[in-house]
């Protein structure tokens, strides 16, 4: 028999990940503070699950971060969103750590990228080094801490994934210690009848179902009529002892009479499969009411892998005249358990509530290609854009249409394509599509113009429009006026913004030679700092030039001294 070394590989990285044998010494913190978090492993996020844990670090920026363990840098990305500032290291036992969020590099390492930035004349750059050219000793000095990226505020984003199957693990499962023996805690309990003729408290809708605790500290919940196959639901939230944040559920168990029904927990999963978040939560409560119920039950189209047990797809088939008792169990990583009971009998009752099916001239076929002309757009679903088959409401309007609402999720991107024929060529230039928020307020997508016609690809049902924008950014200077004497300034900082479109790039020179400006979007921050060293005269101009979406641009000029 052969066996290939990716076989072998393969082979075990599975041991690593299916028999949760995760190396309790081989790391250190990467901080050298308490790690109180402020979000924890497999959170549910929007349209992914949370891949590390969020540290935080003490509402400031700028603490030391280290290498958990001997390795090497593999990768190092600098963005506007996403981590930011993020670098990986892969270590010899077959793990990889990811930083994210940080503020600047190590010495070594900010040379080394920023070298690279002066060359690729970009803030934004991305580079793997070749293996063993960038070492690093356990708890050397690898980074420190910030706010770069898709952060709304400081903390240190960490994973640790396996170096073969790349799937993110639970950091706390490699020694890491974090206080908690706080409980999870439940805010919301609902059932759903699946069936066709299923029904649930006299409905045949999601109903939201009432408990209360009972003085062994267990949750019992208001006895539930049924009949057919329901499914429950539930949304709760776990917090570790030292702060107030709201995290996500490590394991959740659901037992009928006794037997394991179905059993998935947040140790490890996949990127590949992490968009399926929307099978796992009631997507269209979450679109109207921004909160996510956590289904117990496997929704027709999920294909996460995070399941332990699954019998029957976590459904139960309610039978007339008899009992049943379901639990379910919210169980954090310390083994904190909050349980609820929920008892249900088999009972006809009168509905006063029926299913609602709103039909429209439009029917989605899942698996298949869907292509609508819609006049001033055209829409095109590729084959398995969506979980389901559904009738979709599409409208269209004056240089807008909508694409049905945002309780339905897509999987997949899709296309909007726009004629504009009937505008000049110059009209077309400030041209843009956009998505209207719930306020009617458009946001660019981004818009792929050829000749007559402007296309978008997307995840997001809603409505679109074309928007004109003709106006150029703004630039200002934040901490320092023209012609002043600069002797004792670290950095140089302006502001720049714009109102509709965006901002698409920027540039900037001193004495004609491009600088690193480092832009921060989320306060629309640009920062120089005079420690690149490339100031050789005592007199400097300053040259920025900012371009929005559309290609309208924005020329800022200033003259200051320095010696």
């Not at 070492?135 to 980074?143: D, F, N, R």
């Not at 776990?238 to 037992?255: E, M, W």
């Not at 939560?281 to 039950?297: E, M, S, T, V």
């Not at 979980?387 to 599409?394: G, Q, T």
Request: aromatic share 12%.
């Amino acid at each position: 028999m052969r066996i290939t070394v990716l076989g072998l590989l393969l082979f075990f990285s599975i041991q690593i990940i299916g028999q949760e044998n995760y190396p309790k010494d081989a790391f250190i913190p990467p901080l050298d503070i308490p790690l109180i978090l402020a979000g924890t492993f497999g959170e549910l996020r929007s349209n992914h699950f949370h891949s590390g844990i969020d540290i935080k670090t003490q509402q400031r920026q700028g603490l030391p971060v280290y290498a958990i363990g001997d390795a090497t840098v593999t990768r190092i990305k600098v963005s506007l969103w996403g981590y930011g500032k993020v670098i990986y290291l892969a270590h010899p036992n077959g793990y990889t750590s990811v930083y994210g969020h940080l503020q600047k590099f190590s010495p070594k390492i900010e040379t080394y990228i920023k070298k690279l930035q002066y060359k690729k004349k970009s803030y934004e750059v991305e580079v793997f080094p070749e293996y063993g050219e960038l070492k690093l000793q356990q708890g050397e000095l690898l980074a420190y801490t910030g706010n770069t990226g898709g952060s709304s505020g400081p903390h240190l984003h960490f994973e640790i994934r396996n170096s073969v199957s790349e799937k993110p693990t639970n950091p706390l499962l490699y020694g890491l210690e974090v206080r908690d023996a706080t409980n999870p805690t439940l805010l919301t309990l609902h059932g759903y009848p699946l069936s066709k003729d299923a029904q649930l408290n006299q409905s045949m809708q999601r109903s939201r179902i009432n408990f209360s605790r009972q003085e062994d500290g267990t949750l019992l919940a208001d006895k539930v009529y049924a009949l057919g196959t329901i499914g429950f639901g539930f949304n709760a939230f776990d917090r570790q002892d030292l702060a107030a944040n709201k995290n996500g559920i490590h394991r959740v168990q659901q037992f009928v009479n006794g037997k394991l029904y179905s059993d998935y927990d947040f140790e490890a999963f996949s990127f590949t499969e992490t968009r399926y978040i929307n099978r796992l939560i009631d997507y269209a409560y979450f679109g109207k009411y921004n909160r996510r119920i956590q289904l117990c039950f496997k929704a027709l189209g999920n294909r996460l892998g995070i399941y332990n047990t699954l019998h029957n797809d976590g459904k139960i088939v309610v039978k007339e005249g008899l009992t049943y008792k379901v639990e379910i169990l919210l169980t954090d990583l310390e083994g904190n358990l909050t349980k609820v009971e929920i008892p249900v009998e088999g009972q006809r009752q009168p509905l006063k509530v029926r299913k609602e099916e709103n039909k429209t001239d439009n029917y989605v076929i899942a698996k298949k290609p869907n292509n609508y002309d819609l006049g001033v757009a055209k829409v095109y679903f590729p084959a398995n854009t969506f979980y389901e088959d559904f009738y979709i409401d599409l409208k269209k309007g004056n240089d807008t249409v909508t694409v049905h609402n945002n309780q339905v999720p897509a999987h997949r991107n899709f296309t909007i394509t726009f004629d504009t024929s009937k505008y000049s060529e110059t009209e077309r230039k400030q041209l843009f599509i956009a998505r209207l928020d719930k306020n009617l307020k458009p946001n660019y997508v981004s818009t792929f113009k050829r000749g007559n016609t402007f296309t978008t690809r997307t995840r997001y049902l809603g409505t679109y429009t074309l928007a004109v924008d003709s106006l150029a950014p703004k630039i200002r200077a934040k901490n320092f006026k023209d012609k002043q004497w600069l002797n004792n300034y670290s950095y140089l900082s302006l502001q720049i913004w714009d109102d509709l479109s965006g901002v698409d790039s920027y540039s900037a020179t001193l004495n004609g030679d491009w600088i690193l400006m480092e832009y921060e979007p989320k306060t629309k921050t640009l920062t120089y700092n005079f420690d690149d060293n490339i100031l050789d005269k005592k007199q400097c101009e300053l040259k920025v030039v900012v371009v929005d979406n559309v290609g309208n641009s924005n020329t800022f000029t200033s003259t200051f001294y320095r010696k």
